[in-house]
């Protein structure tokens, strides 16, 4: 037990020292002080992306701060840039967006609150879909699209190079390798640094490997969705990041009384289990749980502190 507190005390230090050197060099007053409560560390937090991008490993997606149906700003607008610059202060080092989240909204949400970009913090988006006039999910892989697509989101999020640029979705109109041939193609020219997919099956993993190496994959995984077990497993094996959206789903809305218990039983919340599953099924998984909450984000860092589940935990839960 005494262990246990010191490993608490020595994170609660170091939550706070990264909080305190974001803020300075933002020119922001220091926090007050370290955290009050929070888990010790049980698992490796950290995480490089395509073999050079370091990242802790709960990330932090963006998308929920559009305002309805993921269209236009919210209001208040300046709560979305709040959670924003929270989320960094609390050690979140990976930031998922879209294009056609907004559309093009959450990119200069991102801009706004953020640039100039501190120091580790890697934003991560994806082309190839966008928005119809009703709100509609459209795919649009045609090469030239995907090329607008990146250099539209290097203006609006103020970069020179993406650290990572992810195909939103294989379009059933265009060939995979036409649209990963024209990621490799902005990847050469330097307006990329990674290349990464979404919604992708093994099959389609593969045809892509064939053409650019693959830093990320980006799939719907949780607790309560496990359909991409074999692609999460080829991510492992190849080493490529595995970025489960939706990962708090169903935990928010409707609990386990599974999950309920054994949340119970480690004085923490279910979606906090939740997280803790992911990060302990496998070293590749970088979940990016998204919110507009502030007290939610925290109360998701707080997984990321490290609650450790035991085996006994672990059990009924499964590995896969």
Same mark, same amino acid.
């Given at each position: 037990?005494?262990?246990?507190?010191?490993?608490?005390?020595?994170?609660?230090?170091?939550?706070?020292?990264?909080?305190?050197?974001?803020?300075?060099?933002?020119?922001?007053?220091?926090?007050?002080?370290?955290?009050?409560?929070?888990?010790?560390?049980?698992?490796?937090?950290?995480?490089?992306?395509?073999?050079?991008?370091?990242?802790?490993?709960?990330?932090?997606?963006?998308?929920?701060?559009?305002?309805?149906?993921?269209?236009?700003?919210?209001?208040?607008?300046?709560?979305? +840039? %709040?959670?924003? #610059? $929270?989320? /960094?202060?609390?050690?979140?080092?990976?930031?998922?967006?879209? @294009? =056609?989240?907004?559309?093009?909204?959450?990119?200069?949400?991102?801009?706004?609150?953020?640039?100039?970009?501190?120091?580790?913090?890697?934003?991560?988006?994806?082309?190839?879909?966008?928005?119809?006039?009703?709100?509609?999910?459209?795919?649009?892989?045609?090469?030239?699209?995907?090329?607008?697509?990146?250099?539209?989101?290097?203006?609006?999020?103020?970069?020179?190079?993406?650290?990572?640029?992810?195909?939103?979705?294989?379009?059933?109109?265009?060939?995979?390798?036409?649209?990963?041939?024209?990621?490799?193609?902005?990847?050469?020219?330097?307006?990329?640094?990674?290349?990464?997919?979404?919604?992708?099956?093994?099959?389609? +993993? %593969?045809?892509? #490997? $064939?053409? /650019?190496?693959?830093?990320?994959?980006?799939?719907?995984?949780? @607790? =309560?969705?496990?359909?991409?077990?074999?692609?999460?497993?080829?991510?492992?094996?190849?080493?490529?990041?595995?970025?489960?959206?939706?990962?708090?789903?169903?935990?928010?809305?409707?609990?386990?009384?599974?999950?309920?218990?054994?949340?119970?039983?480690?004085?923490?919340?279910?979606?906090?289990?939740?997280?803790?599953?992911?990060?302990?099924?496998?070293?590749?998984?970088?979940?990016?749980?998204?919110?507009?909450?502030?007290?939610?984000?925290?109360?998701?860092?707080?997984?990321?502190?490290?609650?450790?589940?035991?085996?006994?935990?672990?059990?009924?839960?499964?590995?896969?």
């Amino acid at each position: 037990m005494l262990g246990r507190q010191r490993g608490e005390q020595r994170l609660a230090v170091d939550l706070f020292s990264h909080e305190a050197e974001f803020r300075r060099v933002r020119g922001q007053p220091s926090p007050r002080g370290p955290p009050d409560r929070v888990y010790s560390r049980g698992i490796e937090d950290a995480f490089s992306i395509g073999g050079d991008l370091r990242v802790r490993r709960l990330g932090f997606g963006a998308m929920r701060l559009c305002g309805p149906n993921i269209l236009g700003w919210p209001e208040p607008r300046e709560h979305a +840039l %709040e959670v924003l #610059l $929270r989320a /960094v202060e609390l050690g979140v080092q990976l930031i998922d967006t879209a @294009l =056609a989240y907004g559309p093009e909204v959450n990119e200069l949400q991102i801009a706004e609150a953020l640039f100039p970009y501190p120091e580790g913090v890697v934003i991560a988006t994806k082309g190839g879909a966008l928005r119809g006039p009703r709100g509609e999910w459209l795919d649009d892989g045609r090469p030239e699209a995907i090329r607008e697509h990146c250099e539209g989101s290097l203006r609006r999020l103020r970069l020179e190079r993406i650290d990572l640029y992810q195909l939103h979705a294989p379009d059933r109109k265009v060939p995979l390798e036409d649209s990963v041939g024209a990621l490799a193609e902005l990847r050469g020219e330097g307006k990329i640094r990674h290349v990464g997919l979404s919604n992708v099956s093994v099959r389609e +993993l %593969e045809t892509a #490997l $064939r053409i /650019v190496p693959i830093a990320s994959v980006q799939n719907s995984y949780s @607790l =309560a969705d496990r359909s991409s077990e074999d692609v999460l497993d080829r991510c492992e094996r190849e080493q490529i990041a595995f970025l489960p959206y939706f990962p708090l789903r169903p935990v928010r809305f409707g609990v386990d009384p599974t999950v309920e218990r054994i949340a119970r039983a480690n004085d923490a919340t279910p979606p906090q289990v939740a997280l803790a599953w992911l990060l302990r099924r496998s070293p590749v998984i970088c979940p990016i749980p998204g919110t507009s909450s502030l007290e939610h984000l925290e109360e998701n860092m707080a997984a990321a502190a490290g609650l450790r589940l035991s085996e006994e935990d672990l059990a009924p839960l499964g590995s896969g």
